[in-house]
């Protein structure tokens, strides 16, 4: 369940932001995931509610904004969202084979991929 580690990560990088400021509150912290990071909601969210216990995130609301995957094609130029095609061995491992829906063409992928904190909403003293 590697969600554990990177909502402890995250929690850290925002405990740390957090410092440079007077904080008294913190309402909800809103991250960015991306489909192709195979990170579950719910078990982000169960991790989070654990980790932050004895912190000033403590009671927090822990909101999940998607990314959706899109790509560029390197051989057509398409540019868009991205038709997943499953492999075969899908039930052995869970990586998506991804091509360009228009001509079958190699991919980079633009979005997608993300896991950073988006926003905070916090109470500041006065």
Same mark, same amino acid.
């Given at each position: 369940m590697h969600e554990v580690s990177v909502v402890t990560s995250l929690v850290d990088?925002? =405990?740390? *932001?957090?410092?440079r400021y007077n904080v008294v509150k913190v309402n909800s912290v809103t991250v960015v995931i991306g489909?192709?990071?195979?990170?579950?909601?719910?078990?982000?969210?169960?991790?989070?509610?654990?980790?932050?216990?004895?912190? =000033?995130? *403590?009671?927090?609301q822990f909101i999940v904004e998607h990314e959706p995957i899109e790509l560029v094609c390197d051989s057509c130029g398409y540019e868009g969202p991205a038709t997943v095609i499953t492999d075969p061995d899908f039930d052995t491992h869970s990586i998506p084979v991804l091509s360009c829906p228009e001509c079958g063409g190699h991919v980079k992928v633009v979005r997608g991929m993300?896991?950073?904190?988006?926003?905070?909403?916090?109470?500041?003293?006065?």
């Open positions: 990088a925002v =405990i740390a *932001e957090l410092e489909d192709l990071t195979n990170l579950g909601e719910e078990q982000m969210s169960f991790a989070y509610e654990i980790v932050t216990r004895g912190t =000033i995130l *403590e009671g927090s993300s896991c950073t904190v988006k926003c905070m909403d916090i109470e500041e003293a006065d």
